[in-house]
């Protein structure tokens, strides 16, 4: 079993390893973590929120009927909405990112090859090819999850609009019973 020291040693050796384009890949996926676990958890209570509250319930015409969900979708939703194509840019920087970091290492280990050196030519070009191999791992392994997580969010915004739709549709039929009582 491992010690706390060793996986901290062993992490540490993989960072610096990874150099530069690891950290930026590192910093780039805590950013797009939190938006997705934000964006989650501000999408899972609002179908729950649109059955149990009462829009435009004094509502006289359709047109306040409208308006009253616009409203509603812009307080609720479009915070998320607005987030969406952030994520999706954050996702693919993932994994350019990994891309970056295997050309940087592979011209790291080309560079380490061609030079004149005496100090062992082939620790030199093991440490290129595995700044290459660290980054395009980590960046797959950041974008991979969080691509599946996306879609995933995508979907229940999507729900969450046709729950919307469905509600503002009820209230249209409810305003049209209550004018014909009149």
């Known amino acids: 079993m491992y010690s706390i020291s060793i996986i901290y040693k062993e992490c540490a050796t993989v960072l610096e390893q990874g150099g530069v384009v690891l950290w930026m890949i590192l910093a780039v996926g805590v950013w797009l ?18 059955q149990t509250c009462e829009i435009a319930v004094g509502s006289s015409c359709k047109r306040e009927v409208v308006r009253d969900y ?16 952030v994520i999706a840019v954050m996702i693919a ?5 990994g891309l970056l970091g295997t050309v940087s290492g592979m011209l790291a280990t080309f560079t380490n090859m061609a ?7 082939m620790e030199k070009i ?10 395009t791992q980590a960046g797959l392994l950041i974008a991979l999850p969080a ?3 996306f ?30 009582l009149v």
């Open 147 to 149: 691509a599946f997580i």
């Open 115 to 121: 030079s004149n050196s005496q100090i062992n030519p």
């Open 126 to 135: 093991a440490a290129g090819i595995s700044e290459a191999m660290i980054t």
């Open 93 to 97: 920087s993932c994994s350019l990112g």
């Open 151 to 180: 879609a995933l969010l995508r979907s229940r915004v999507g729900e969450v609009q046709m729950s919307l739709s469905e509600r503002q549709q009820q209230t249209f039929v409810k305003l049209a019973h209550q004018k014909e």
């Open 33 to 50: 973590y939190a938006l997705l676990f934000s964006s989650w958890c501000t999408v899972g209570p609002l179908r729950s929120l649109i």
């Open 70 to 85: 616009a409203v509603f979708e812009l307080d609720h939703l479009s915070w998320v909405e607005r987030r969406l194509p």
